[in-house]
């Protein structure tokens, strides 16, 4: 989450990428975090949800129903059966968004689409708004189902704030947002925001909009031979597919990242919708980058970029959240630069520039570097880097990666316990380590 800087653009400028805020696993990841409200489903208010007796199987089997239809009617492409899942008196504002979706999914490589509903976690009536003319309102939870052919191994899940009207005793969708001030939020894709252009690959998919046709084709270019390269030093455990998404606006991002997330900042970031650590398995994973920033990239800034959040992709399934930062975006950052034949003098400039005047680091970088911002965020990342890059140099490209899969199953736990994992696998406590890294940075920069 650093400051971009104006050097992004030329070659030289992929010395600086170390502080960029290649955003990682953990601070998104969404299984052990929870996610940023607008990316996921809200938890409800107390005493609104799983509190209304089991509605008839009549009216889960009849919303259901239309829900089904409405999603086979996206994957024949009949506007007509679609719109008809759409209540005709809702406000027209959302009736034309509706079927600007349905415009909008038209060249998006859809290999399921369908819906989910829960009828025992409904709101409580009390809660919902009054609409004239309904027979009977219902806000059962669902959640849309949804995978990428040639990119997901598995669908995704993501919550869609659906209210339900019943009228002439049919059920319709009034609306995707009249929720909102009870807790029940709708995820909002790509699609949401305009019409999708998508570019496939053997190895993944770019999904972005007409007016950023020209990176997604540079994206394209080097999505393969980034997902090659990871796969070479992470080869299992994954798909080795990626899905890069390319937002129009920063308000799209921030519904794919989080309404938090300081997206002028940052030049990409990996999220996932859920994460099973203990099947190794995660969900809906993506690489977002920036609607300002990525269009500046230099084509060696791009491929590091790439690498780095893929890294991020492959190891998802064995990265528990809290885990020592320092190893989670040091390993990405030596798996981005490890092509680039960039030294580390060049790939950590703040870290050499301290070298020379004041000596090497007394200590590696904490979590709470990596939430900083400026140069606290830079060194923080260019710390983590050279340490990895001092591992793979010294004890082999191997042992770095057993060192990630072991420290990155962590999550928060004491020092002692650090200490203890770091000697099983490479035969030095922490002390030594800090000393032997001192060291290779003096060999490597002093």
């Not at 009216?59 to 492409?77: F, N, V």
């Not at 709101?123 to 040639?150: F, M």
């Not at 002028?264 to 920033?293: F, K, L, N, P, Y």
């Amino acid at each position: 989450m650093a400051r971009l800087r104006a050097l992004l653009v030329a070659g030289v400028a992929v010395a600086l990428l170390g502080g960029l805020a290649l955003v990682t696993a953990p601070p998104w990841r969404q299984e052990a975090v929870q996610p940023p409200p607008a990316t996921t489903q809200s938890s409800t208010p107390p005493n609104q949800a799983a509190v209304v007796p089991p509605p008839s199987g009549d009216r889960a089997q009849a919303a259901q129903s239309m829900l089904r239809s409405r999603a086979e009617a996206l994957g024949k492409r009949d506007e007509r059966a679609f719109m008809a899942s759409v209540d005709p008196d809702a406000e027209p504002a959302f009736r034309d968004a509706q079927r600007a979706l349905f415009a909008n999914l038209a060249n998006v490589p859809l290999r399921e689409w369908s819906y989910t509903l829960q009828p025992l976690r409904s709101l409580d009536p009390s809660v919902l708004p009054n609409v004239p003319g309904a027979q009977e309102l219902w806000a059962p939870e669902i959640d849309l189902v949804y995978a990428l052919r040639g990119a997901d191994p598995s669908p995704t899940h993501r919550p869609m704030g659906y209210l339900l009207v019943k009228r002439a005793d049919s059920w319709f969708i009034r609306s995707d947002t009249d929720l909102l001030g009870v807790g029940r939020r709708t995820w909002r894709g790509p699609w949401d925001f305009g019409p999708c252009l998508v570019i496939t690959t053997a190895r993944g998919v770019v999904l972005t909009h007409p007016a950023r046709e020209a990176m997604a084709k540079r994206v394209a270019a080097e999505l393969d031979g980034a997902v090659q390269s990871v796969a070479g030093v992470w080869p299992t455990g994954w798909s080795q597919q990626a899905v890069v998404v390319l937002p129009d606006s920063n308000e799209e991002m921030k519904a794919l990242v989080g309404p938090n997330f300081p997206v002028e900042s940052v030049v990409a970031v990996s999220v996932a919708d859920r994460v099973d650590t203990d099947r190794g398995a995660a969900e809906g994973q993506r690489v977002v980058m920036s609607a300002t920033s990525a269009d500046a990239l230099s084509v060696t800034a791009l491929r590091i970029v790439l690498r780095h959040e893929f890294t991020h992709i492959a190891a998802r399934g064995s990265t528990v959240d809290g885990s020592p930062m320092w190893v989670l975006e040091g390993f990405a950052d030596y798996v981005g630069y490890r092509d680039s034949g960039i030294p580390l003098a060049q790939a950590a400039p703040d870290l050499n520039a301290s070298m020379l005047t004041s000596g090497p680091p007394g200590r590696l970088p904490s979590d709470e570097e990596f939430r900083g911002q400026g140069r606290t965020l830079d060194m923080a990342y260019q710390k983590s880097f050279s340490a990895a890059r001092f591992v793979a140099d010294k004890l082999g490209e191997d042992k770095l990666v057993e060192l990630y899969r072991v420290l990155a199953k962590t999550g928060r736990v004491g020092q002692d316990k650090i200490d203890n994992l770091l000697v099983s696998v490479i035969g030095l406590n922490t002390e030594q380590f800090v000393a032997g890294w001192q060291e290779y940075l003096r060999e490597t920069l002093g």
